[in-house]
């Protein structure tokens, strides 16, 4: 059973509007969601964590949410570029314990000019 | 060098042949991982090393066989392989085991005939 989902597996976006990336857990001991990037070609590069504490980080143009009562987090990108166009995967952990990163299955983001 | 380096970036081998696949990180991490990613899956953790030794194997069949001589590199020894472990095969490192968020190499796309 997979603990982390991403149930859209691709999204398209016109440039310069907001791009809305989902992602839900189910293992309610996850403290620690992170975003990862990854371009045709590349490994995953790191975009964005959030932990548990909070309910929001910020990044430029790019902002994560949590909401952990419904065990789920958003990646909101504003203003698209072209250059955002990747598969983006959802990844969470619980810090310091023998778990580590689980991934979901990753979401195709294409950004249209 | 810097980051996390794979060699070769493909492969293509046969079912009957024994090869390897390399990975090393210059960042001075002491944990390394071995992902697998395959189509429409999410990232597979396979193997965990921390300061060397080994602390996780996801029931990985024996056919895939690590090795770390040091913390800087990781080796993926493969033999008798089925077509269906084509895939792309991503090594990671963290500065310590578990948690925060990995740098990963840009894989090594195996392709078995």
């Known amino acids: 059973d997979q603990q982390v989902k991403q149930n859209s597996p691709s999204l398209s976006v016109q440039e310069g509007r907001i791009s809305i990336l989902n992602c839900d857990y189910t293992?309610?001991?996850?403290?620690?969601f992170l975003w990862y990037k990854k371009y045709p070609a590349e490994g995953p590069t790191f975009l964005i964590s959030?932990?548990?504490?909070?309910d929001k980080n910020e990044d430029g143009r790019f902002t994560v949410f949590l909401n952990k009562s419904a065990k789920h987090l958003s990646l909101h990108i504003v203003p698209s570029q072209p250059g955002d166009s990747a598969v983006y995967f959802c990844?969470?952990?619980?810090?310091?314990?023998?778990?580590?990163?689980?991934f979901g299955k990753g979401t195709k983001l294409s950004v249209k000019p | 060098e810097t980051g996390v380096t794979q060699t070769p970036r493909h492969l293509v081998m046969g079912m009957t042949n024994k090869k390897s696949l390399k990975c090393e990180q210059h960042?001075?991490?002491?944990?390394m991982y071995w992902y697998k990613q395959s189509a429409k899956k999410p990232l597979e953790l396979m193997f965990v090393?921390?300061?060397?030794?080994?602390?996780e194997n996801n029931s990985v069949p024996s056919r895939f066989s690590p090795e770390c001589p040091n913390s800087s590199h990781l080796f993926l020894h493969l033999h008798t392989l089925q077509p269906e472990d084509s895939a792309l095969y991503l090594c990671?490192?963290?500065?310590?085991?578990?948690?925060?968020?990995?740098?990963f190499g840009s894989g090594t796309r195996l392709t078995v005939v």
């Open positions: 990671a490192s963290s500065q310590d085991y578990g948690g925060a968020g990995y740098t």
């Open positions: 293992n309610s001991m996850f403290d620690y």
């Open positions: 959030i932990s548990s504490i909070k």
């Open positions: 990844a969470a952990s619980t810090v310091g314990s023998q778990g580590n990163l689980i």
């Open positions: 960042l001075g991490h002491n944990a």
């Open positions: 090393y921390n300061f060397k030794e080994q602390t």
